[in-house]
């Protein structure tokens, strides 16, 4: 029998990004949020705080936009057993990096870790994310990426996002690695930028042209909600 690894992240904060419209999962999303989409009786949010709770996080803030009442009200129901905070983009909606700047802006630690909901998150990822920490204090680095190879993703039809090398991410004309959706992030990356949209890949690209952007490589099976397909073929079967 393998035992399990004692997981001991020196992170104690986890950023949920839940304000998107889903618009690739309509009409499923046209009255509900994608994070309250619904696999194996468990909503994707669920699924995703719960997963934070088994890497000992024990404070989470969730940035919320598009029907963002129905969040409130499941956080509100659910009595998560963690110290979770919902923080409103307010009027319009920041995007990747807006929302990340705004939730890290009501977070007292320099270092968190940035997450997205409609990953499936499971055990097999755990140890995945506390090497990768590992690393980022080790190299005392600023972001680092959890990243998978496209011939382990249920859904293959894209191309990755990045190729990988001795942990540097970097981009090809065809990448084969694609970014999970789970990220160690330090908020002087961040704490520049004006509090509006853009896109956390703006802050990426920059870390890539230094060759500052890092990355550590899962070797699981990759199972995300990528759009309505994938929905119809990965999630319709399993609820």
């Known amino acids: 029998m393998i035992k399990k690894k004692k997981i001991n992240m020196k992170i104690k904060t986890g950023l949920i ?21 619904v696999y194996k009786n468990q909503t994707l949010l669920e699924n995703t705080i719960n997963f934070l709770i088994k890497l000992k996080i024990d404070k989470i803030k969730i940035n919320v936009f598009y029907l963002k009442e129905k969040i409130v ?15 409103d983009d307010g009027e319009t909606i920041l995007g ?10 009501r977070s007292d ?4 870790l ?25 190299k005392q ?4 990426l959890l990243v998978v190879n496209n011939s382990s993703c249920f859904d293959k039809r894209f191309n990755g996002d990045f190729e990988i090398k001795n942990n540097i991410l970097f981009k090809e004309k ?6 999970t959706g789970c990220q ?28 500052k952007l890092y990355g550590y490589e899962y070797k699981g099976e990759f199972l995300h909600l990528t759009d309505i397909e994938i929905y119809n073929k990965l999630f319709k079967s399993k609820n």
């Open 141 to 144: 680095i600023k972001n680092i």
């Open 174 to 179: 065809i990448n084969n690695f694609k970014y």
């Open 73 to 87: 009200s499941f956080i509100e129901d659910k009595n998560f057993p963690v110290n979770i905070e919902i923080v």
């Open 17 to 37: 990004l839940s304000a998107g419209f889903g618009k690739r999962v309509q009409p499923i999303t046209d009255n509900l949020p994608k994070p309250l989409i």
């Open 109 to 112: 630690e320099d270092d968190v």
């Open 96 to 105: 990747t990096g807006g929302g990340i700047l705004s939730l890290i802006n």
């Open 114 to 138: 940035v997450i997205n909901p409609d990953t499936i998150w499971d055990e097999g990822y755990l140890n995945s994310i506390s090497a990768m920490e590992k690393i980022y204090f080790e």
């Open 184 to 211: 160690i992030f330090n908020k002087d990356l961040i704490s520049h930028k004006q509090l509006n949209y853009f896109p956390i890949s703006e802050i990426w690209d920059g870390l890539e042209r230094e060759n």
